[in-house]
Every structure is written in C-alpha cells, then in structure tokens.
C-alpha cells in the first residue's frame, strides 16, 4: 500500500479523538437562581431553672419538733449538678423545760426559728418511675449539702446543711420532691456551747421555668 494511502488512514482514524480533545465542555442549560434566607431557629425554654414550696417536720436538738414550712429556688446547671437557695421558719417550744423549770429556758413558750441555706447537689440515680404499663414519669435521687445562717433565741449561728432526696417529675413544668436534711449549728441555750444535729424532713412541689 502507497505511504500516502498509509498516511490518509491514519488521519482518519485519529480525527473524533482530535475533535474531542478540542472540545469544550458543555455548558449547563439551567443555572439556578437560588437567593438565600436567614433562618431564625425558634426558642426552646430551658426549664433550667426552679421555684417551689415546701412543708414538712423540723426536728430542734433538745427541744422537740414542729412543723416546718419555707421557699426554694434552683438552678439546673447540667442534667445532674444543681444548685439551690433555701428559706425555712419554724416555732419552737420549750414546753418540755417548764414542766422541770420554773419561767422555762425561752422567755416566751415559743420561738422562732429560720434559716436561708445555699446548697449544691448532685443526681446519684436518674431514672424513671413507672405507673401501669404505659405511663413512666423522670425520677432522680440526689444528694446536698451546702452552708448558711440558722437565727435562733436572738442569735444568729453558721449552719451546714447534709442530705438526700428524691425528685418526680409529672412534665417539663411540675415536680413533686422529698427532702431529709440534717442541720448543723452550735447553740448556747442551755448553759453549754455544743453542736447540734436538727433533722429536717420536707415534702414540696416546684415548677421548673
């Protein structure tokens, strides 16, 4: 076969691979038009923090127990750190010491008591509690402790609080709690300084916000 044939051949063999190569790439029919938006993310509330009452039993060291009442305030750091700011006020008798002791130890038959406490707690054991077959309701049991003031007879005195609790929540905004606590303070009353040990056991409902 003559070189030139040879030659002709060639070419047209590589001629689509040379067309190819010096084509461009197809621009797209549709270039969308997108205008972008802000987004506001809506709200949540965090229910983080707390506010309740609550009722219960006060236990005074030497003098007997009353009935006891006061306010809570917390706040929710993590699922399982709080802290809370507490306010009880109680009336104590010394009814006991006038039946021995003419006039009694106080000069009136009864006292007051309050404290304000400032505590932190943690919760040992989340879990749910459970009622039938279809209706579980979040439970914790926590423990705290923390510092304040108890004022008592006319005086004021440094008080740490100990204890335990549990918390049963009915929604995001209810909770039913029970609270022991032991309260520790030095008194004088009766002639001698000493640390008392004054048992406080509360049942109380909070709304969390």
């Known amino acids: 076969m003559p070189q030139k044939q040879v030659l002709a051949c060639l070419l047209i063999a590589a001629a689509p691979a040379l067309v190819l190569a010096q084509t461009k790439p197809s621009e797209p029919v549709v270039v969308p038009q997108v205008d972008r938006r802000d987004?506001?993310?809506?709200?949540?509330?965090?229910?983080?923090?707390?506010?309740?009452?609550?009722?219960?039993?006060?236990?005074?060291?030497?003098?007997?127990?009353?009935?006891?009442?006061?306010?809570?305030?917390?706040?929710?750091?993590?699922?399982?750190?709080?802290?809370?700011?507490?306010?009880?006020?109680?009336?104590?008798?010394?009814?006991?010491?006038?039946?021995?002791?003419?006039?009694?130890?106080?000069?009136?038959?009864?006292?007051?008591?309050?404290?304000?406490?400032?505590?932190a707690g943690y919760n040992v054991l989340p879990g749910e509690v459970f009622f039938g077959k279809g209706v579980a309701k979040a439970s914790a049991f926590y423990i705290i402790g923390g510092v304040g003031s108890t004022r008592f007879v006319d005086k004021?005195?440094?008080?740490?609080?100990?204890?335990?609790?549990?918390?049963?929540?009915?929604?995001?905004?209810?909770?039913?709690?029970?609270?022991?606590?032991?309260?520790?303070f030095s008194q004088d009353i009766l002639g001698k300084r000493q640390s008392t040990q004054n048992l406080e056991v509360t049942l109380g409902l909070t709304v969390f916000f």
Do not use: C, M
């Not at 983080?48 to 009452?53: A, M």
């Open 156 to 184: 004021t005195e440094q008080t740490f609080n100990v204890g335990f609790g549990t918390r049963l929540l009915f929604n995001d905004r209810f909770a039913v709690q029970a609270d022991v606590r032991d309260h520790i």
């Open 39 to 119: 987004v506001k993310p809506p709200r949540f509330p965090s229910n983080d923090f707390e506010i309740g009452l609550f009722v219960g039993t006060y236990a005074t060291q030497n003098f007997g127990s009353s009935a006891v009442g006061g306010l809570r305030l917390g706040y929710h750091i993590t699922e399982d750190i709080f802290v809370e700011s507490a306010f009880g006020q109680t009336k104590v008798s010394d009814e006991a010491f006038r039946q021995v002791l003419p006039g009694g130890v106080f000069v009136n038959q009864k006292e007051t008591l309050s404290y304000y406490n400032l505590s």
